[in-house]
């Protein structure tokens, strides 16, 4: 028995012919929408490419821009079907190219799906690829004369004002690494030898941060020097007083503002996939109605659309019976020549009569 198995007269035909018309031109807009979802991604996971380890995290708006292009080309040709099937004459040079083409949108769906799942999916990739790139940025913080590294304190200054927080996981990570350069010590200074000589590694490491961590809707001057130093400030207590300084780290920051982006990317091309999926069932539909047009030359006679000639259940039986047969026959072949090559290989015994 056929899945959904409709029936059709002339005028429902042509209603379908021009609903699917209109739907797929909606669905090039949407793999236009689509598009520019992925390159708006893209410039703004560039913008802070200095503080991402590695490109893995591109896969999601790369994905979005091929599956823009391909929905655009797909359903542009569809409607041009959709418009000729109105005419038997203009749709009789589409009819063989129709199966091979749904069979198309088939994977092409999957492939959506995928992509709106990856969409949801990224965050755990994406939460490990900031946390090492926000650590190598603030290593590199100090080194504004070295080449190629001296727009990093730059940027992290801007990240951490854009986005009001500070370090990667927090504040107290500018404890761990020198963020001030050899440039700005004065070495002289008996304070500045005993930090670098209290360190295993020859660091001059102080409980501050940069000027970036500080908030500005705060009261109080902003403390970022000496932090956790309660005597060397008025009326203060940095663990149980709100400090001034933002308390969020980056890491967080950027994996929220990513991660939402992307999840509202994956809501928007999900509803992509369902709207690409009902024109891919009533192209079927209008495929097997005109292909079962009992007398062609009577353009007016009922016919019949299906979206699977057969039940669910004997379709996949049948498709495994043909992917059976298929292994079957190479194997078949791999053996023959096999066996011709074993015959090749043997040498013929020759006798000699005296």
């Not at 807009?29 to 598009?35: D, M, N, S």
């Not at 940025?137 to 940027?155: A, H, I, L, S, V």
């Not at 008996?190 to 660091?203: A, F, P, T, Y």
């Not at 495994?320 to 096999?338: M, P, S, W």
Request: a neutral charge; aromatic letters at 12%.
């Amino acid at each position: 028995m056929a899945l959904l198995k409709v029936k059709f007269n002339q005028k429902k035909r042509v209603k379908l012919a021009q609903g699917l018309w209109l739907m797929n031109w909606f669905s090039v807009f949407a793999g236009i929408l689509v598009f520019s979802m992925g390159l708006f991604l893209k410039i703004e996971l560039r913008k802070r490419s200095e503080v991402m380890d590695n490109s893995e995290s591109h896969f999601v708006p790369n994905s979005l821009i091929l599956m823009g292009i391909l929905s655009c080309a797909f359903n542009g040709f569809a409607g041009k079907i959709c418009y000729d099937s109105l005419d038997p004459a203009k749709f009789a040079k589409w009819k063989p190219l129709l199966k091979p083409y749904l069979a198309l949108c088939f994977f092409f769906n999957i492939l959506i799906f995928f992509v709106a799942l990856i969409c949801f999916l990224m965050r755990g990739s994406l939460e490990s690829t900031l946390a090492q790139g926000l650590k190598n940025g603030m290593k590199f913080y100090r080194d504004t004369d070295t080449p190629g590294r001296c727009f990093m304190k730059k940027t992290i200054d801007m990240l951490q004002i854009e986005f009001k927080c500070c370090g990667n996981n927090g504040f107290k990570d500018w404890f761990e690494i020198q963020w001030i350069s050899n440039r700005y010590l004065d070495f002289s200074s008996k304070e500045v030898k005993d930090r670098i000589k209290s360190n295993v590694d020859g660091r001059y490491l102080v409980d501050g941060v940069p000027f970036s961590c500080c908030n500005p809707s705060s009261p109080r001057p902003c403390i970022q020097y000496q932090v956790t130093n309660n005597s060397a400030h008025y009326s203060y207590d940095y663990q149980t007083e709100e400090l001034n300084l933002w308390r969020r780290g980056c890491r967080e920051a950027l994996l929220h503002y990513y991660s939402s982006m992307m999840s509202s990317m994956g809501a928007v091309v999900l509803l992509v996939w369902l709207f690409e999926m009902s024109v891919m069932v009533g192209l079927r539909l209008l495929h097997t109605s005109l292909e079962s047009i009992a007398n062609p030359e009577d353009p007016e006679c009922e016919s019949e659309g299906w979206i699977l000639e057969n039940s669910l259940k004997d379709t996949m039986k049948s498709m495994l019976e043909h992917l059976k047969k298929i292994g079957k026959f190479n194997q078949v072949e791999a053996d023959a020549e096999g066996a011709e090559g074993e015959e090749g290989g043997k040498t013929p015994a020759i006798t000699t009569v005296s």
